[in-house]
């Protein structure tokens, strides 16, 4: 009988937090996620559910906090710290602090979009454009309205009030 990969094996509370915040996280998918921590699909889908469940139970110092819940000031400060240290050490910063390197390139990517004029992404620009669209077809039925006003005080002037009985 063949046994399943992670089956019997009991994960320490860190490696499951870790697991769970880098799915909560990111797009990887839960069969990726399992094969990379070493346990089934079930298993990991099971982390999940209890960690949504009650996230308070978590024992992190960051008490279950994914990358992006962190404040632009606590991002930009891990960044400098991260590119400070040496590669020995910067395995051991991420696992304390439940980050991948892929949450720093990311968040270096949205600081540098930042000091850019345009957007910093092709969601942005998407949205951007969808805005002036929006925008455009809103000026052109204020136009409108304001013509149908205009014409209805021009027909108000020439043939005066409606509610004049003229029996």
């Known amino acids: 009988m063949q046994k399943r990969a992670g089956a019997g094996i009991r994960f320490p509370e860190a490696v499951r937090e870790a697991a769970v915040c880098r799915y909560l996280s ?3 998918s ?3 996620l399992a094969r990379d ?4 699909p079930g298993t990991l889908h099971g982390w999940v559910r209890q960690y949504q469940s009650d996230p308070m139970k978590s024992r992190s110092k960051d008490k279950g906090r994914t990358p992006d819940d962190r404040t632009a000031q606590e991002k930009f400060a891990l960044l400098l710290k991260a590119r400070t240290l040496p590669d020995e050490q910067l395995g051991e910063f991420l696992r304390t602090e439940g980050l991948r390197e892929g949450d720093l390139e990311r968040w270096e990517q949205e600081a540098l979009g930042g000091l850019e004029k345009g957007p910093s992404n092709e969601a942005q620009s998407r949205q951007v454009r969808e805005l002036e669209r929006q925008g455009r077809k809103t000026a052109k ?3 409108e309205a304001e013509a149908l006003l205009e014409l209805q005080k021009k ?3 020439l043939w005066g009030d409606a509610d004049d009985d003229t029996a």
């Not at 921590?37 to 089934?40: F, I, L, Q």
């Open 26 to 28: 990111t797009d990887i």
């Open 30 to 32: 839960y069969r990726e």
């Open 37 to 40: 921590v070493g346990t089934t």
């Open 141 to 143: 039925r204020l136009k």
């Open 155 to 157: 027909v108000q002037a």
